[in-house]
């Protein structure tokens, strides 16, 4: 089997020799322009070229959850598109949003202002059923997200497309019940795809249906807010503030308003990372499967979007 590796950004040495390790006798490379065919490819943001230069593959496998960047490229006809599901990442988000809603419904940041200032003081014991959390998107990372808070004794909505059934979260599903869903919910937590259907959708409106002091927490994807829609409901006092990982545009420009903004957390794009060890197992397994004949989880639907 030959498999070409594409990934932009990405040292391809470690990812080389995993993949030889797990697939002894596969014949791996690196993928250069007019290389030959290849049965299976490795990729991360590759440019057009090299889905046009490869038509035959069996299947792509992408080294990240999020197919957006990948799905705006022309794709070979009959060729697989497998993300990673899980392989790590699933902790790691769990372990943020839950960090993201402590830190602000317990105060912290207003603990950490008033120690530096040399003040001893309490602040009010808050209701945890004051704050109903919402997680938009409950596939491989949201569900997992949900179960996470709901452990913290939070009430948990959750919204998908298709219905879900998932112990102590009270399910919502479709466009007809979104704005029950944001009704309920006063901190926001985006797990969604981007797609067509999910671009932009914190916005305005949305923003103003949730419960008031809402809060956002986005670690999807950056075009999924409008940006200045959650400055202005910040600034009306409707929302209290926001923790984002992921923007429009990465590295967030110098100069954006939400660069220093105080009642706004940022982390560059680190919620849940790629782990290069647990992604190698997860693909060569999935590749040795797909060599057997048999499916393989995470393959993406193009029409869907994900
Ligand atoms: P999944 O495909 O497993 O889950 C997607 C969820 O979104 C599903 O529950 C799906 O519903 C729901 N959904 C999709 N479209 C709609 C819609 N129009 N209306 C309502 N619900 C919808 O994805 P993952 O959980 O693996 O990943 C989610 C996203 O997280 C990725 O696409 C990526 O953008 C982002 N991500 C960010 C990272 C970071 O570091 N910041 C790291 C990894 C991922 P249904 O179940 O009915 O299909
Ligand atoms: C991903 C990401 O989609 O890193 O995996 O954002």
Not at 286 to 300: C, F, I, N, P
Request: proline share 7%.
């Amino acid at each position: 089997m030959k498999i070409t590796f594409c990934c932009t950004d990405t040292k391809a040495e470690p990812w080389l020799q995993g993949l030889s390790a797990a697939l002894p006798g596969a014949d791996i490379s690196v993928w250069q322009p007019s290389a030959p065919q290849a049965d299976y490819a490795v990729v991360w943001a590759p440019p057009q070229q090299f889905m046009d230069e490869q038509p035959g593959l069996k299947a792509l496998f992408n080294i990240g959850a999020g197919v957006d960047a990948l799905l705006k490229l022309r794709l070979p006809l009959n060729t697989l598109v497998v993300r990673l599901d899980d392989a790590g990442m699933a902790v790691q988000m769990a372990e943020y949003v839950c960090h993201a809603v402590i830190r602000h419904f317990r105060e912290f940041d207003g603990y950490e202002t008033d120690m530096a200032g040399g003040r001893w003081g309490y602040r009010k014991p808050r209701m945890r059923t004051d704050f109903p959390i919402g997680v938009m998107g409950l596939g491989v990372l949201g569900e997992r997200v949900a179960k996470a808070l709901a452990q913290f004794d939070f009430p948990i909505n959750g919204w998908s497309r298709s219905p879900k059934a998932i112990e102590g979260v009270r399910g919502f599903a479709g466009a007809e019940q979104f704005n029950d869903f944001l009704a309920a919910s006063r901190v926001l937590v985006n797990l969604l795809p981007l797609t067509p259907d999910t671009a932009n959708v914190i916005n305005k409106d949305t923003l103003a249906r949730l419960q008031p002091g809402a809060y956002v927490i986005n670690v999807a994807r950056g075009a999924h807010l409008v940006d200045e829609d959650l400055i202005a409901a910040i600034e009306n006092g409707h929302v209290a503030g926001a923790t984002l990982d992921v923007f429009r545009t990465e590295p967030l420009p110098a100069g954006h308003a939400f660069w220093n903004h105080p009642r706004i957390t940022i982390t560059p794009h680190t919620s849940a990372r790629t782990l290069r060890d647990e992604s190698i197992a997860q693909i060569a397994r999935k590749m040795a499967a797909l060599q057997r004949g048999e499916a393989v989880a995470g393959v993406v639907n193009p029409g869907r979007g994900y």
